[in-house]
Each structure stands twice: as structure tokens, then as C-alpha cells.
């Protein structure tokens, strides 16, 4: 890619931490005064872990620093059909993934694809972004489409560098929810329609797609919470990373699907009921 101008939220300092105090006071100036407090809460929602994490391994590069954190965890990654990605000619391509974890599944997804191509990158929300070890790999939007001018900027700017990204030559993965799956009236935890801005991107890049899917979800109390408020459940996510100890992770690799096949779909809407599609049938594929 080209050199871009600095500020840019992927070539903002890599600071030790996360989140810290003064993070906190300029997103919400009512804790101001009350660093004992933040401090209680970030021991409370698992951000001390957090920064204590990323502080140790930010020297780390993109997937590697992935992979640590499920060695950390003592979370093997069992993956099916990782050959696919092994396959794969030189050039261009895109991933498509449900986003079951919401912070776990981009790591896993840099860990998986980037050992294989390391000039992977993935579109992510501005939540995710401030894992700093973790930018070079991510291209950061707002997927709440916020009414701040900057925000906006961000988001505009993010979809530029996306295009850029694959004409370039470069992979590039998307979760195309745009956030983490939910609880439908069916009782089932799935991703929410996908968001036919990623998929005009997907219809005007015309590259290989392919869809990988993430076995499992979080904890029920994290489901929970976010049926009450979105804001509620993204303030558990750092503790849904830690308390995932021991866990066997599944992922599924979907095969090839070329562009004269994704041409077939004239909308966003179709094109995104098939991938979807393509990628949910591994939900049922035995490791």
C-alpha cells in the first residue's frame, strides 16, 4: 500500500495497554477524579487481564501475537479443511466468517489466514481497533454508522483502504454481520442479516471468496446481557477471551468460491443469502 498520512488510527502509538484510565475519562469525564474506581472496574470486566496481556506480547507481530494468546489460554485451535489456504494461488482473495466471539474470532481468523499470507488484514469495529499490537493486520470502520464527523471519516477512509488493499494484490477478511451474533426468536445464537455495504464491496472487488466458520459462542450471560443493551455485552467481551481457559476452538474452512460464481448474484442481498449460506452448512460438518 501506499504510505498514508500519519494519525491514522492503524499507525497510532502501540501504547502497553488497551484501555487505561485516561482512555476512560475522555470517553465518559464522569470518572474523572475516580481512578480507584476504574481501576475496580477494570479488574471487574477482565481489562486489567487485558492490558497485562498486551503489554507483555505487543512486541509480538500480527499472527503471532494471536497465537500466543490461545496458547495462553491453554485453547487448542482445531481447524478442518485448512488446506484450502494452503492451495490458494498468489494474490487476492477474501474471507467471509460468522462472528460468534467478537474479539476471539478476529484473532483466530489473523492467526489461521495470516500464517499463510501475512499481508492479511481484516475489517474490524473501532472496539476491536484498540488493540494496538494487532492494526498492521486490521482496517477499522464504525459499524454503528455514527453521526461523528470523525467516526464517519474513519469509516469512509476504511472502505478506501479495503478496495486498495485487494487490488493491490493483498487478502483481505471480513465479518460481514458487522457485529456479534445474537440470539434469534429461534432460539439460536447466529449472525444478524449481513450488511449489504461489505457486500458491494465484496460484488465490486470480484475475487475469490472464501467462507470460514466458527464453531460455538459465548457464554449465555453474555447472550443475555445483550438482549438487555449492546453496550452491557460489549463490556463483557474481555472477560469472555479469559474465561474461554481450556477450550477447544472448531473452525471450519469452506472451499473456493470464484468470482464467475459470485457473479450469478445480481444484489447484495442475494450474494449475501449465499454466502451465508455457504458458510453456515460447515456448522454441521463433524471435526
Known sequence: MN??????????PVKPSVLDYNDVCKLAPF??????????????????????????????????FSHRMFEELSAPMTIRNEEVLSRIPDGPFITVSNHPYGSLDGMALIDIVGHHRPDFKVMVNMILNQIGAL????????????????????????IADAMRHVKQGHPLGFFPAGAVSKLTWGLRIEDREWQPSVLRIIQKLKVPVIPIYFHGHNSWKFTLLGMIDW?????????????????NF???VGDIITPETLAQYSTPEQLGTFLKQETYKMKKWQQ
Open 3 to 12: 504510505e498514508e498520512t500519519h494519525n491514522t488510527p492503524s499507525q497510532l
Open 31 to 64: 470518572f474523572e477524579g475516580k481512578e480507584k474506581l476504574v481501576n475496580r472496574l477494570f479488574h471487574w470486566l477482565a481489562i486489567d487481564k487485558t492490558n497485562d496481556y498486551h503489554a507483555r506480547n505487543m512486541h509480538l507481530s500480527g499472527p503471532d
Open 135 to 158: 492494526r498492521p493486520n486490521f482496517i477499522a470502520v464504525d459499524a454503528l454508522a455514527s453521526n461523528d464527523p470523525s467516526k464517519r471519516a474513519v469509516s469512509v477512509k476504511g
Open 231 to 247: 453496550r452491557l455485552r460489549t463490556l463483557r467481551l474481555p472477560t469472555e477471551v479469559f474465561n474461554k481457559k481450556g477450550y
Open 250 to 252: 472448531r473452525v471450519s
